[in-house]
Each structure stands twice: as structure tokens, then as C-alpha cells.
């Protein structure tokens, strides 16, 4: 098998596993294309066990309790093992995951599951922590190359080096896609005038735009990546994210939630037109829509990232909030009570107040806080802040 090096080398874990055929429940999480059903195929061959295959795409919950029965009456009759590969098991909603527990946790079934996406966002805790979790890699250019000359043996076909490495490197880490490249490639170099061998001319003919994988794992750790490119102050990183974020079809309104929110966790005092200008954005995303609001989102991402930064107005809120979590709620101070209504005064409400804008700076020293948190401090401004 090509790739997967770290889990299928002479001292690997998974590979030790297989041959010893002592192989516990897995699931196999990576990308499309790096060899998760190839992987599924080569234990089938190497295990004593019942290997039966389901697909949690069309599977039903009756399927599922069909193959444990049936694992069971195996187990019962001449003690076989039973090993379940059950493909996008992310697929699976939680009843049917339910459905595997038990049968997993007695041992009356191996489970192989194989997911493109995060299992800690799309597999229910109890059988992914009964589970060992083998991550799988994209594929390296020279291993994808590989690939290649071994579909070109099997095809009894020829390419160059330049057209080997021209799909390797534009296969995006997937087996898959430089295999389905390839074959095109072939059929290119075989309708040619004359036929011959694949040339560059007809790699780059069969190379399509490469569509870019964004599922919830990759929308989450590229939101990450932009966030924190914008916090460092990176114009070109943050130009780069939301690029990928666009071109993968990314919500705009939720890019823009996000700009407008880093606007004041990151930017705030230091330079509070950042604020203005996220909102901007957000306003242009639904008044003109993509793809004409990509400029004002990309103008909102580089006055931000090259924006000062300061996060004291989001640690002053947090420190508030938790102590009023933490604290005694102290009552309103008389002096601030309302005392707009009739009756007020005879409570006692606003007595002592203090109006700031009777005096000449429009400013008056008196306590605006209950007892409780007089003399805790919350704003806690730094150089950069404006009017510290």
C-alpha cells in the first residue's frame, strides 16, 4: 500500500496489528483519497475473522442488527471472529451508533469505521472511546507519483516524468483523484494523432481545477487559521483564508460574523473604527453578495490585520462577568436608583446624585458600583488603547 508510512512502516502500529491479527475496534479518519477502504481491503485479506462490509450511506439500523446477529451466531458456532467495516460511519446518526455499542463493547464485533470527517465532532463518545484512532495523511507528490507508475503498469501505458510529476503535484494529497486524472490522461494519449505515451500537454489537458475538501473539520481549522492570521497582525495570511474560504463556498455572512466579533476581541480600543468597518463589511455582504462583497470583506481584513491590537475590552468583560458569577449581587446605590416616577424621592431614589455635566470638565468623582465591587477593576487599558 502507498503512503501511510507512520501507521503501515516495518515497525508501524497498525501494521504490527494486522499481521498479528490482534486488530480491536478502529476508526480510520483522514482525507478522501489516502487509502481508508484500501486499508479495510488489505485487513480482510489478512484476517481469519468474518469480514463483512456495510456503507453507513444506504445502511439502515435493520442492517446493523442483522450483521450482529449474525456475528453472534458465528462467535456461538465455531468461534469466529466478526470484523464490520462500516464506511463514512459519520454518516451514521445516533440511534444507529447506539445500535453498534453493545456489540462493540462485548467484543462480538470488531469495528472498523472509516470518516473523512472530525470523529470527535461526528462519533458518539461512548464507541469512539472504545475505539483506537488511526489517523490517516494526505499523500506525498513522490508517493502519488507512485501511484502512478503503478496505474500505468496496469494499463501497459507510458508517461513522461514531466507529466508523472505534473498530476502528483496536482493531486492535492488524494490517491483517488491522481488515479482518476491519470486514466484520463491515458484515453487523451490514446486518441491521439498518433498515439504515444503520455506527454505534459496531456497531463495538464486532464488536470481540472482541484476541487478543495472543506468539511466541518477543515471549515473549522481554517476559520482558526484566519482568525488567528488576522490577530498577527498578517495581511497576506488573512487575504490567503478567506480565499480558501470563499472559493470552498463558504457562508460570506459567516465570515463576516466572525471579522466583526475579532473586531472587538482582538482590535478593540486600540483602534475602534475596526468595529465601523467589520460591520461594514457585514452590511455589504448582504446589500451587494458575493462575489462583489469579497473586495469589502478583503478591505475589512487588511485594515484589521494591519489594524493596532488590544484585547482590554474583552478581558474587562470576562473578568465582570465572572464576578458577578462569583460575588454577591450588591444592591443597586441609592444615587443611581431611577428617580424619574412619582414616589421616587421618598424612597430615597437618586438622592446624592451627582449630574456630571454640571460641571466643567463634565466630569465628577463618585461611586457608580454596589459595595461588593467598588474596588474591583475590569478595563484595564495598555499602550495602544485610545483615550486610556
Known amino acids: 500500500m502507498v503512503g501511510q508510512a507512520h501507521l503501515l512502516g516495518p515497525d508501524g502500529p497498525l501494521r504490527r496489528l494486522i499481521k498479528a491479527d490482534r486488530l480491536t475496534s478502529v476508526l480510520l479518519w483522514g482525507p478522501p483519497g489516502t487509502g481508508k477502504t484500501t486499508l479495510a481491503e488489505l485487513i480482510a485479506n489478512e484476517t481469519t475473522a468474518a469480514f463483512v462490509k456495510l456503507s453507513a450511506v444506504n445502511a439502515t439500523v435493520k442492517d446493523v442488527r442483522e450483521t450482529i446477529q449474525a456475528a ?17 460511519v459519520h454518516r451514521f446518526n445516533k440511534a444507529q451508533q447506539d445500535a453498534l455499542l453493545p456489540a462493540v463493547e462485548t467484543g462480538v464485533l470488531t469495528l472498523i469505521g472509516a470518516t473523512t470527517e472530525n470523529p470527535f465532532f461526528e462519533v458518539n463518545a461512548p464507541l469512539r472511546s472504545r ?23 496496469m494499463e501497459r501505458a507510458e508517461a513522461s516524468d514531466e507529466a508523472i510529476a ?9 490517491g483517488r483523484q491522481v488515479l482518476t486524472t491519470l ?16 506527454t505534459l500537454q496531456h497531463a495538464e489537458a486532464a488536470t481540472d481545477l482541484k476541487s478543495l475538501r472543506y468539511g466541518r473539520d477543515e471549515h ?9 492570521s488576522i490577530r498577527g497582525s498578517d495581511p497576506d495570511a488573512g487575504l490567503y483564508w ?35 468597518i ?39 468583560i470576562n473578568r465582570a462577568i465572572q464576578d458577578v458569577a462569583d460575588l454577591p449581587a450588591g444592591e443597586v446605590p441609592m444615587h443611581l436608583r431611577d428617580a424619574h416616577y412619582q414616589g421616587a424621592s421618598q424612597l430615597g431614589h437618586g438622592a446624592g446624585y ?13 461611586e457608580y458600583r454596589p459595595d461588593e465591587v467598588a474596588k474591583r477593576r475590569y478595563y484595564e487599558p495598555t499602550s495602544r488603547d485610545v483615550h486610556r
Open 242 to 276: 478567506l480565499a480558501r474560504m470563499i472559493v470552498a463556498g463558504e457562508d460570506a455572512r459567516f465570515i463576516a460574523r466572525r471579522l466583526v466579533i475579532l473586531a472587538s476581541e482582538d482590535i478593540g480600543m486600540a483602534d475602534p473604527m475596526s468595529l465601523l
Open 131 to 153: 475505539s483506537t484512532l488511526f489517523r490517516l495523511e494526505l499523500l506525498e507528490p513522490t508517493e502519488l507519483a507512485e501511484l502512478c507508475r503503478r496505474g500505468l503498469q
Open 354 to 366: 451627582d449630574y456630571p455635566h454640571n460641571h466643567p470638565d463634565g466630569y465628577v468623582e463618585q
Open 72 to 88: 453472534k451466531d458465528r462467535l456461538g458456532t465455531d468461534g469466529r471472529r466478526t470484523i464490520l467495516f462500516l464506511d463514512e
Open 166 to 174: 505534473h498530476l502528483s503535484n496536482n493531486a492535492a494529497g488524494d
Open 183 to 198: 486514466e484520463v490522461a491515458i484515453a487523451l494519449a490514446a486518441t491521439a494523432d498518433p498515439p504515444g505515451p503520455i
Open 220 to 228: 473549522y481549522d481554517i476559520v482558526s487559521a484566519f482568525i488567528k
Open 278 to 316: 467589520a460591520n461594514a463589511a457585514a452590511h455589504a455582504v448582504e446589500f451587494v453578495g458575493l462575489p462583489e462583497a469579497r473586495i469589502n470583506l478583503a478591505h475589512a481584513v487588511v485594515h484589521m490585520a494591519t489594524a493596532p491590537k488590544s484585547n482590554s475590552a474583552y478581558q474587562g
